[in-house]
C-alpha cells in the first residue's frame, strides 16, 4: 500500500476524531461520533461489524464556587460528582486514623497530605483496587459529611498530567465533592472550625454508549485481537490519548483486508479506558468469559506517535518462537523499538488471563512519566507525527501475516 494513502488517511481520520478539539469521554456527543466513524469504515472495508450498546454515565459541569470568610478559593467539580449547595463548618483529615477518631458529621471536609496523595481507585473499580483506597471511601461514606474539598498536587502515575488532579472521579460515589491545590488547601485549613459555603452545579447524566467489533474470518479458529480504546478523558481531545490508536487500527484494517492466514481477527474500538467504571471493557470481558480460551493474542495500541522519540513495542508471555519473529520485524523498522512492559491498559484484560500480548505506545510515554499531556488540553493533534502512526501499522501488518 503506498506510503502517501496511508498518511493522508492517516491525517484525515486524526482530524475526524480530534476535530474541533471536542472530547470523546463514553456517552458524550464526540464518543458517539467516532464510534459512529470507526463503525463506517470498518463496515467500507467489508470487515463483519457488530456494535452492542450499553448504559452509561456521561456527566456535565458548570463550575463550583467555595466561600470562607468573606474570601473566595478557587475549586474545580470532581468529575462525575454530584452537585451541592452546602453551609457547614469546615473539618480536616489527612490521614486514616483522623477519619477512624475524628467526628465529622454535617461538615465539610478538607481532605489534605497524606490521604490525599493518590487518586482514589473508584468505588466498583475491578482491575486494580488497593486496600487502603477502599478504607478511606467507606470511611468517608460513613462519616455523614456533607461534601468534601480535596487539596492535590499531582499523580502522574494514576492521574496523567493535570494539576491539582481529582482525588476522586467517580460515578458511584455519591459525597459530593470538589478539588483544589495543594496552595489553596493550606489557605483553607487555617479556616477549621468555621463556616464554609460550597456551591458546585454539576450534574450526572445517562447515556449509552457502544463497543465496535470486527471480524474477519473463520471466528472458530484461533483469534488474533487487535484493541485500541476510542474513548478520552472529559476535557482532553485526546489526539494521543487515543486518537491515535484509533488511527493505527484502522489503518491496519484497511492493510489486512486481504488476509487469509491462519487465524480469526478481530478488531475493537474498547469504549471506557478512560471512564471511571470501564464500561465497555466490562462489557467485552463479560461477552467473552466463555470465549477467553481461543484467543492466541491480543495487539493494544494506546499512545502511539507521540512526535518525540520512537514508537515502543511491549511483549507479555510471547511464546519463543513469536517473540523471535517479533524482534526481527522490529528491527526492519527504525522508528520502532522493543520497550518495557507497562501494566496501565487495555493489554492488562489480556495478560491477566495469561494470555500473550503486544502493547504499542510511544516510547516518550514509557520515559516521561512528570508530563502534562496525558488527559490535559495539551493532548492535540499537533503533537502527533502520521508518519510514526504509518510506521507502526506496516508494521502490526507485517507481525500479523507472520504469526
Ligand atoms: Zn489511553
Known sequence: ????????????????????????????????????????ELEFLGWNVETSEFDVIDWKQSGAKLNVNGSELNVFVSPYSTGCSVKAPLAIAESISDLEKNDYKDSVVLLKGEIAQEQLMPKNFVFYNPEHHKKII??????????????????????????PFPLIEDGDFDIPSVFTTEEEGHKLAEHAGHEVTLTSCSERIDSTACNVVA???????????ITAHIDSKKGSPGALDNASGIVVMLLLADMLNDYKGD???????????????????????ESNKENFENILININIDGPGY????????????????????????????????????PQGDHSIFTQQGKAAIAVTSKWLLDNSEQDITHTENDEISIVDCRKLVEAAQALNALIRKI
Open 138 to 163: 467507606s470511611l468517608l461514606e460513613n462519616s455523614g459529611a456533607r461534601a468534601l474539598v480535596c487539596a492535590t498536587g499531582k499523580d502522574a502515575a494514576l492521574a496523567g498530567g493535570v494539576y
Open 307 to 342: 512526535n518525540i522519540g520512537e514508537t515502543s513495542f511491549s511483549f507479555f508471555n510471547l511464546p519463543d518462537k513469536l517473540q523471535k519473529s517479533a524482534k526481527k520485524i522490529l528491527r526492519e523498522y527504525p522508528g520502532i523499538v522493543e520497550g518495557p512492559q507497562w
Open 215 to 225: 471480524r474477519k474470518g473463520n471466528p472458530n479458529k484461533e483469534r488474533i485481537i
Open 1 to 40: 500500500m503506498k506510503t502517501i494513502y496511508l498518511n493522508v488517511k492517516c491525517i484525515s481520520f486524526l482530524k475526524a476524531l480530534c476535530s474541533d478539539n471536542i472530547d470523546r469521554p463514553v456517552g458524550s456527543t464526540g464518543n458517539k461520533r467516532a464510534a459512529n466513524i470507526v463503525k463506517e
Open 263 to 285: 487465524y480469526s481477527l478481530e478488531i475493537v474500538a474498547l469504549n471506557g479506558e478512560d471512564h471511571y467504571a470501564n464500561p465497555g471493557q466490562m462489557q467485552y470481558i
